[in-house]
Structure formats: C-alpha cells, structure tokens
C-alpha cells in the first residue's frame, strides 16, 4: 500500500533523494494557472541543494515551454525543464535531417522542426515518415479520421513526441499525440516515442548515475510506469489525471489496472 504524504509532506522524504524528476502539466500547473504548493516545493528543493528537473511530456523544444510557464506567471526555475520535444528534436536532427514529413498536429507545435521546416510536406503520400505532436485543430475529438489517414501509410515510421494519451486542461480533457501512436501501432505501424516513461528522456535531461531518485507526477501510464521501468521510487498526484477513478476505485485497483507500483501518494505537491 502506497504511503500517503498529505499529513507530512515531501519534506519528510526529501533525505531519502538525490534527484527528482517532477512532472509539469498536472503537478505545477494545470494548463491555465500556477499551483503555488507546488512552487513552494521546488524552492525548499533549492534551498535544501536537491537536484530536480521539470521533465513533461510536451511536443515542443524547451525555450517554448518555457515561454509558456512565463505567461502562467512562473518567473524562475527554467534551466530545470526538459521536455519530451527537446528530446524529439536531437534524434530528428541526428537521423532524419534530410528526409521529408509530414506532420500531425497544431500549427502551435510548428517550432519543433523550425530547423528542418523545409522538408515538412503538405501530400502524405510524399512524406518518408511522420511526426505526431498532437491533434489537428480541425480534428480533436475522432480519433477514427487518424486511422483512416494513416491506414494505407503503415510501412512509414511514426515519431510521436508525446507518450501521454490525454491531458486535463483545466476541466476540459483533450486527446493527446500518443493516442495518435497507439492507433497507428494498432493498424500495424511502427511508432517511435519520446518521453516519459521511455528511457532516453530520463538520461538526456540530467545524470542519474549512482543517485537515488524519486518521479512525482499524476500519470500512472507515463510517470509512475516510467519511475518502475526505471527502477526509481515514485509519488503520485491524486488530484490529476486519475482523479475521477480514484474516486470510484481504490489505489491497488488503479495498480492493477495500469500494471504499476505508486511507492507514495498525495492529493496535491506540498511541501
């Protein structure tokens, strides 16, 4: 049974760490405001000399996120973000910087490939693979158009540059790219992910070697499965993506479910 940290805190474990990986969306913010529990957090974090990084599943470079969090009235703590984007872009540009694809996704996720825009194209057909950062703007909500788009492309590959399926905004739920890579997988295509709970994210983002480790964050298949694969411990935020079937089920059944082990809980990131 997880161990509940709403009475003590994560003060009460942060001697047990050397590094923790904490999740954005969900933990810090919920796409429209700041959790100020959660930025008391990271500044005892500093003060107490504890190496973290805000490690999200985001399609988008660093400097973009970063943006973002300037506009939700976060003014510190930058040189900690490392996202799923950044980690999509040094592979993109090591191996495939000559090829053309074609993209999926907003036109908002457009910086990803700023340096190599030139290969995008606009026919599918063209296209030597894909990159998955999201929705089109005109096709949020069914995800079948994506199987009907890519059913006869399966011999392409796939780079999804966001593992999470769903995300909270605010009260609104959204679809995110990895549902995109799960539909392509299931007609037979071949996806390769970025993020969490994917090792590679884990090693580009800070060095972990030799150094107890503690992942906080609110999704079971993303953050609390990538601390297991891992081997790191792991805090789940109960007031995030899981909120509703935790109010209907237990925490072992959400285990279960999910095929996770949740090491500590707690409602919301406090200190």
Same mark, same amino acid.
């Given at each position: ?45 500093k ?65 990803l %490939? ?67 890579a799960?539909? %392509? ?8 992910? %970025? ?10 983002s800070?060095?972990i ?63």
């Amino acid at each position: 049974m997880p161990q509940n940290l709403d009475k003590d805190g994560l003060r009460s474990r942060i001697n047990n760490y050397d590094l923790f990986f904490i999740d954005i969306w969900g933990v810090v913010h919920n796409g429209l405001q700041i959790f100020q529990d959660s930025i008391e957090v990271l500044e005892n974090l500093k003060i107490n000399n504890k190496e973290f990084v805000l490690l999200t599943n985001a399609p988008r470079p660093n400097a973009t996120v970063i943006e973002f969090l300037k506009k939700l009235g976060l003014n510190k703590f930058y040189e900690n973000v490392y996202t799923s984007g950044e980690a999509s872009l040094k592979y993109l540009i090591e191996n495939f910087h000559n090829l053309k694809f074609y993209h999926i996704g907003p036109p908002k996720d457009f910086d990803l %490939f700023k340096e190599f825009e030139n290969n995008k194209v606009v026919n599918i057909k063209k296209a030597d693979y894909f990159i998955c950062t999201g929705l089109f703007e005109d096709h949020e909500t069914k995800l079948e158009y994506y199987r009907d788009l890519l059913l006869k492309f399966v011999n392409k590959k796939l780079i999804c540059t966001n593992p999470d399926l769903i995300v909270d905004r605010g009260d609104k739920r959204e679809f995110c790219a990895g549902s995109i890579a799960k539909i %392509f997988e299931e007609i037979g295509g071949k996806v390769i992910y %970025f993020g969490k709970p994917y090792s590679p994210v884990y090693n580009l983002s800070a060095k972990i070697s030799n150094k107890k480790v503690l992942c906080i964050g609110d999704n079971m298949n993303t953050d609390i499965k990538g601390a297991n694969n891992q081997k790191f411990d792991n805090l789940l935020i109960t007031s995030g993506i899981h909120k509703n079937e935790l109010n209907i089920g237990s925490i072992d059944k959400l285990e279960e479910k999910y095929g996770v082990k949740v090491n500590y809980i707690q409602t919301k990131l406090k200190w």
